[in-house]
T-cell receptor
């Protein structure tokens, strides 16, 4: 099946710093990528939908200025958590769709811990 | 209203036995797709099986099968011959609209399956 990679897999940072997470579709082109956030023992919550070459669509309650998303190419989307705070600590998962197609593939996730 | 409902927070099954994980959904869109994902402790979301709303037959993928009852709006996952490696969280998800559209997946709250040796 299609592979989606995420980097880094784990990051620890100090409060106030910014963290960039990369999501790549390795063997297919993805015009649409999704960014999710998952708290312990909870389900995945969609943060934003990233479309190549255009601005991301953010879900209600997600601060676009805090969670910057850039979908620069058909194989790369980045999520930057700006001025991270401890409450931003979470598991961030990206997902990509192969177009055309039904399947949606997920990256391995990034565990962010803000001290 | 919840679009995806998984009523079983946790399930136990004996190794080599079959288990059914429940999922009901709510949509008014005649075109939709239903997905099941497995999330082991590592966190990776692993795609298991897909069922389209217009598919005539229940989807099957190896030991996984989807019991699709459209009138009841249910899409239960059946895992046959359970293995210890099946222990994980299982999420049911739905996408509304055309299968090739860019709509998002709505996830249920998940079911934690534990396979007992």
């Amino acid at each position: 099946g299609a592979v989606v990679s995420q980097h880094p897999s784990r990051v620890i940072c100090k409060s106030g710093t910014s963290v960039k997470i990369e999501c790549r579709s390795l063997d297919f082109q993805a015009t649409t990528m999704f960014w999710y956030r998952q708290f312990p023992k909870q389900s995945l919550m969609l943060m934003a939908t990233s479309n190549e070459g255009s601005k991301a669509t953010y879900e209600q309650g997600v601060e676009k200025d805090k969670f910057l998303i850039n979908h620069a190419s058909l194989t790369l989307s980045t999520l930057t958590v700006t001025s991270a705070h401890p409450e931003d600590s979470s598991f961030y998962i990206c997902s990509a769709r192969e177009v055309p197609g039904r399947a949606q593939y997920f990256g391995p996730g990034t565990r962010l811990l803000v001290l | 209203a919840q679009k995806i409902t998984q009523t079983q927070p946790g399930m136990f099954v004996q190794e080599k036995e079959a288990v059914t994980l429940d999922c009901t959904y709510d949509t008014s869109d005649p075109s939709y797709g239903l997905f099941w994902y497995k999330q082991p402790s590592s966190g990776e979301m692993i795609f298991l099986i897909y069922q389209g709303s217009y598919d005539q037959q229940n989807a099957t993928e190896g030991r996984y099968s989807l019991n699709f009852q459209k009138a009841r709006k249910s899409a239960n996952l059946v895992i046959s011959a359970s293995q210890l490696g099946d222990s994980a969280m299982y999420f049911c998800a739905m996408r509304e609209g055309h299968p090739t559209g860019a709509n998002n997946l709505f996830f249920g709250t998940g079911t934690r399956l534990t396979v007992i040796p």
